[in-house]
């Protein structure tokens, strides 16, 4: 068997094992880890409070390549040791460590614990079970902002939490097999948490996460402009993703999310943005998209489809990839 054809099984072993099970509450997981390696070293050091602001950056640049190329080298050891030992221990270490790196199933799971009490007319419940997944305050939302929570972090994460990991998973697979696609996945796992963590503009993170928050958003750059070319793909809407998107998209701080979720809402014909409340402060999101309907528990699951959709075109487009590097290198 060739490396490619090792490597695409991985990928797609670690993708059905996402989806069937997901990531069990309370089950050991990789991001939990490098969570208590950010928060201890930010801890230990202060986030680098009275250093100048090119100490503070430095300082949190070291954190965030130590903890990416740790991710990578632990991930790769760890396969490694395994296949000394049996080949299918290592390839079983490759597939789970990567399905930790998906959180399509998770994305699902969370938004139908939001949906399934606002369907019963249990708002307070709905709250409750949104507050686990958003920043934002959730105590006086109503159902029309609930919902438009819950596709705001499902078009913003089917970038970060599906495509990005996928796409580097995929570049592995065809680039460099021998090392499985776990050792790029971890790595952006650990730049993505790096980023919801520390890569804030407020103090202390302002330039103690600065180094996070750009490498962040430098690597998930192509897989984000990916996303919304198979977002457009999959709805039909060509015309209307790329118009909203080229109009919408620039006006969100964010050089990645703004675009997923410009691209959803052009999809689905609906508008995302407005008021958010952060910590006490009030936050204005620009408009993104227009409401051509308004947003339902329909329309939320429409989306979670349209992710599975991009999903498996992904893997279906990675293994014919796969299967021609195999035959060119195989001659």
Request: hydrophobic content about 70%.
């Given at each position: 068997m060739s490396c490619q054809f090792i490597a695409y099984t991985i990928l797609v072993g670690a993708a059905l094992l996402d989806f069937g099970l997901g990531d069990p509450w309370g089950w050991p997981h990789p991001v939990r880890w490098m969570g208590a390696y950010i928060q201890t070293l930010s801890n230990t050091f202060n986030y680098g409070q009275g250093w100048p602001f090119w100490g503070q950056r430095l300082g949190g640049a070291v954190l965030a390549l130590s903890l990416i190329t740790g991710s990578a080298l632990?991930?790769?050891?760890?396969?490694?040791?395994g296949m000394t030992i049996s080949p299918l221990l290592g390839?079983?270490?490759?597939?789970v460590g990567t399905a930790s790196g998906f959180a399509g199933r998770s994305l699902r799971d969370a938004a139908t614990e939001v949906l399934e009490p606002l369907a019963a007319g249990n708002l307070e419940g709905a709250r409750q079970s949104l507050a686990k997944y958003v920043g934002r305050e959730t105590a006086q939302l109503e159902a029309p902002e609930i919902l438009r929570a819950v596709l705001e972090t499902v078009s913003e994460n089917a970038t970060d939490g599906m495509m990005a990991p996928l796409f580097y998973g995929a570049i592995a697979t065809l680039m460099m097999p021998q090392l499985t696609p776990l050792p790029f996945v971890m790595a952006y796992k650990a730049a993505s948490t790096l980023d919801s963590m520390i890569g804030y503009c407020e103090p202390p993170y302002t330039h103690w996460g600065w180094f996070a928050a750009k490498t962040e958003d430098v690597l998930t750059w192509l897989p984000c402009r990916l996303l919304v070319f198979l977002v457009a793909l999959c709805s039909g809407q060509w015309q209307r993703v790329w118009q909203w998107c080229c109009r919408d998209a620039p006006k969100d701080p964010s050089p990645n999310s703004g675009w997923s979720e410009c691209a959803y809402a052009a999809a689905l014909g609906i508008r995302l943005g407005g008021t958010n409340t952060y910590r006490g402060t009030v936050k204005v999101k620009?408009?993104?998209g227009e409401p051509l309907q308004p947003i339902d528990q329909t329309i939320v699951m429409t989306a979670l489809r349209l992710s599975r959709c991009i999903y498996l075109i992904t893997l279906i487009t990675t293994g014919g990839l796969a299967w021609v590097m195999s035959v060119i290198y195989c001659r």
């Open positions: 632990i991930s790769w050891g760890l396969v490694t040791l390839w079983g270490i490759a597939v620009p408009f993104l």
